[in-house]
Nanobody
């Protein structure tokens, strides 16, 4: 199983940008599809974005399309989430996760999660 550590969260004003990072270790990173998810207070965790092992296929939640970009650097064992035009509704704890199956990542079917990184967008 791959171990994941999220970072890059913080406090930003509406309209601003942040880039989240998810560093992986433990298994060949390049064999895994990767995804970002988020959970706002009092809400269930939701899918944000995913990409396959090569980065050639991506999927985004409708709420972030055109504003967020997921990418990966297999040489650095890291996946990124570039978040632009942030809105207060984007405030949440952001998590990454991984699976060899792109379909499973998009479905968010995971039994365990890391600590995540807090993103707070002020109005």
């Amino acid at each position: 199983q791959v171990q994941l550590v999220e970072s890059g969260g913080g406090l930003v004003q509406a309209g601003g940008s942040l880039r989240l990072s998810c560093a992986a270790s433990g298994r060949p990173f390049s064999r895994y599809a990767m995804g970002w998810f988020r959970q706002a207070p009092g809400q269930e965790r939701e899918f944000v974005a995913a990409l396959n092992w090569s980065g050639g296929s991506t999927s985004y939640a409708d709420s972030v399309k055109g504003r967020f970009t997921i990418s990966r650097d297999n040489a650095k064992n890291t996946v990124y989430l570039q978040m632009n035009s942030l809105k207060p509704d984007d405030t949440a704890v952001y998590y990454c996760n991984a699976d060899p199956s792109f379909r499973k990542v998009v479905a968010g079917d995971f039994g365990s999660w890391g600590q995540g990184t807090q993103v707070t967008v002020s109005s």
